[in-house]
């Protein structure tokens, strides 16, 4: 069984920082990519930013030059640093892990981002 932790979200001003933290744990498992997304009220959910095991990273063009995602092999986590936030930015982020080809969610963390 894995489970997916995540923190860190939150009300902030435009223009303001915000770091998401994510910790899986469960049985011995080896993951392969990581990340998360994001919905917005009325919205479908969309990706925010993956990393692979070895630390290729993809963006949605919108969070390009704004928000960094890492990852921690040794300790299941992953980050997600997100800067000069927007109002548009407001969302319920959630984590996602990929184990032998099973995704696995968080609960989701709501980002708000006030103008």
């Known amino acids: 069984q894995v489970q997916l932790v995540e923190s860190g979200g939150g009300l902030v001003q435009a223009g303001g920082s915000l770091r998401l933290s994510c910790a899986a744990s469960?049985?011995?498992?080896?993951?392969?990519?990581m990340g998360w997304y994001r919905q917005a009220p009325g919205k479908q959910r969309e990706l925010v930013a993956t990393?692979?095991?070895?630390?290729?990273?993809n963006y949605a063009d919108s969070v390009k030059g704004r928000f960094t995602i890492s990852r921690d092999n040794a300790k299941n986590t992953v980050a997600l640093q997100m800067n000069s936030l927007k109002p548009e930015d407001t969302a319920v982020y959630y984590c996602n892990i990929e184990v032998a080809l099973t995704h696995y969610w968080g609960q989701g963390t709501q980002v708000t981002v006030s103008s």
């Open positions: 990393i692979s095991s070895g630390g290729s990273t």
């Open positions: 469960g049985n011995h498992f080896s993951i392969t990519r």
